[in-house]
Each structure stands twice: as C-alpha cells, then as structure tokens.
C-alpha cells in the first residue's frame, strides 16, 4: 500500500499557511494600530460579510454558540419558550437553547440531506405538546443548507422565529439565496476548521433587520449603547480585531476554497459511486459547499481503523445524538422520536475534505476506501 504522512481530515494550519503574508501583515495592523476590540477591523469585516451573504446586517460576536445565543435573546426567547430544533448537530445549538432559559424540542431529520425534515417540523407543530413554541433552529449542516422554503412557510403560519444555524455553511445557497439570509437571524461560526475560520473563536449573528441588528450589537456588550450604561440585558461575547482582521483575509477567498472542496467532493463521487456506500447528494436547486464530506456504511468502524491504517485520517460527526447524550437527555422530543437521526449514528463517516487536499491525495483515500470494500464482501 501506498505509503503517505496521515492526510488529515481537515488542516486549518494549512489554510493559514497558504495565506500567510496577507495575514501576517493583517495582524501587524492591528498591533500597530493599538485598538483590540471593537474596532475598524471588526466593523469593516462586518460589512464584508453581509455584502457577500447579501444581507443587509452582520454582528461580530465571540463564538457560533455566543451568535445563537445572542439571537435567541434578541428574539425575546427566554424561560418557558420552546424552541425546535435537530439532535444531529454540533451540542452547540441544543447548549445555546439552554444558554437562553428555553426548552429543547428535537424533531427528526431528512436522511438525504441531514438536515431538519419540515414534514416532522409541521406534524410536531400541529401535535400541539402543550409547549410554547416561539422559534426554530434549523441546522445547515456539513455544507448543505436545510429546506428553507419549507420551514419559513411553516414558521410564518405558526409565528415562530427563524434562526439558521450556519455553523457550517458559509456561501451554502438554495435557489441562488445564500444560507443565512432566509430567516430574522442567522448564526455563523468562525471555529478554525470551518469554511471561513479564524485563528481562534469567533463568530456573528446576520440579519435583515435594522432593529434586530441594534439589539445584536447592544446585547453582545453587556447592552450597552452608552458605555457603563445597559439598555438591556446582555452579555459579553465581542468579536475581537485580531481574528476581524484575519478573517478579512480569508473572506475574499472563501468563493475560491469552496470551489476547491467541490472539486474534491466531486472526485470522491467518481471514485465512490459505483460502490455499495451511500455519498452525499445535493438536493435540487441548492448548493453545498462542503464543510464536510459524509459518507455511510453500515460497518462504519471497520472502515475508519481500516483508513487510518491507510494513513487517512477521517471523523464521525457526531457519533451519539444529542438527546442520548447524558447531558441533554431531559430534551423534548418530537411524538414518534427520531428514528433517522439514531440510525444514521451509527454509519456516518467524514472523509478527509478541505481546500488544500491535492488530487492525488483524494485518490489515495478513495483507492484506500475501494480495497478495503475489495477485501470484505460483508454488506455495507
């Protein structure tokens, strides 16, 4: 077998070295300039942003779970509210609802598209369980944005808030509308491994709405709009000027490095296709940009010890569901249960996916992934 240094699953390390001058010099501005919070960097980053996703707002905060957070209180979601939600997501989403004072309601998810399946969404609302529903989170998760045509249809029937969780779907789209620009709020997280990352924690809350944008901005420091003074409630979580700064950098090639990671979905599929493993498959009329490449398999160990053998690095996100986490198992769940969200944890496999992987790279994983399938002819 060929031998190669483990090719890692994702490699943000890389992602700084392939832009190293632009965000050293980006740093150096910052130190010079003497200003480390809340400053030029972060409101110009601000404007970035939303004139890439379109949107009319963007809100430097400290982390994706700070923007759900922050966007959850601006909406007026607090104790007693309900918010619906997935269990197939990063526990961030779920801890933010909690964060909040509110209550965790978990529907089930389309198991083509991982994401929030409107139909359970619709049939959980008309069920009426007694609760107070006041929003809904849907997750745009690996890449692939939920349906959100669907869910603000639904949410404007029932009056619900609509926060999209774009942890992982920076320049994600449906129908040429970027993700993030569907409902009142969006959450972004600039982790470093994701689409667009800092070299820390970061995060922002996007809207279109001028008033909802000024409650974000006051509610991230302390809700102060004259300083020392609150004008509500509201918390520490500032998007500093150092990652403002770097992120800037990274902006203007996001367009770029998502082309890349569909270029490398598009090469797993080549090779994957034709085998007995379930790919990843876009739905109509959107745009996945990959933050993670996942494929299933029902013997999904076997094939990871078999990878890192190969010198293939590969993850499981996420590998138990929130509600059977020992943490969150007071979560509601929607009437039924979520039978997909259980059986696909058991089979999800994230392959090695980010803008630096070369071609022959790619090949190696996939070859690695065809023997193995060579080797065992057990169902898959």
Known sequence: MLSLPMIPAANPLADYLARKPEIDQAIQRVLSGGR????PEVSAF?????YFLGAGFAVGVGSGTGALHAALRVCGIGPGDAVITVSHTAVATVAAIELAGAIPLLVDIDPKSFTLDANQLEDTLLAGQSLRVKAVIPVHL???PADMRSIMSIAERFNLKVIEDCAQSHGASIGGRKAGTWGHLAAFSFYPTKNLGALGDGGAVVTNDPALAERTALFREYGWKERYISELSGANSRLDELQAAILRVKLRFLAQDNARRQEVASQYESILSGSSLV???TQPDCTHVYH???IRTLRRDDL???LERSSV???IHYPVPIHLQPAYRKCLLARGGLPETERICGEILSLPIHPHLTTDE????GKAILSWLQQDPQPR
Request: glycine residues 10%; hydrophobic residues 35%.
């Open 142 to 144: 690996y890449g692939h």
């Open 279 to 281: 790919v990843p498959r």
């Open 36 to 39: 480390y919070i809340l400053g």
């Open 304 to 306: 990871k010890q078999f």
């Open 362 to 365: 790619v090949s190696h994983v």
């Open 46 to 50: 601000e404007q970035e942003f939303a």
């Open 292 to 294: 993670q490449y996942v």
């Open 313 to 315: 690095g590969s993850l």
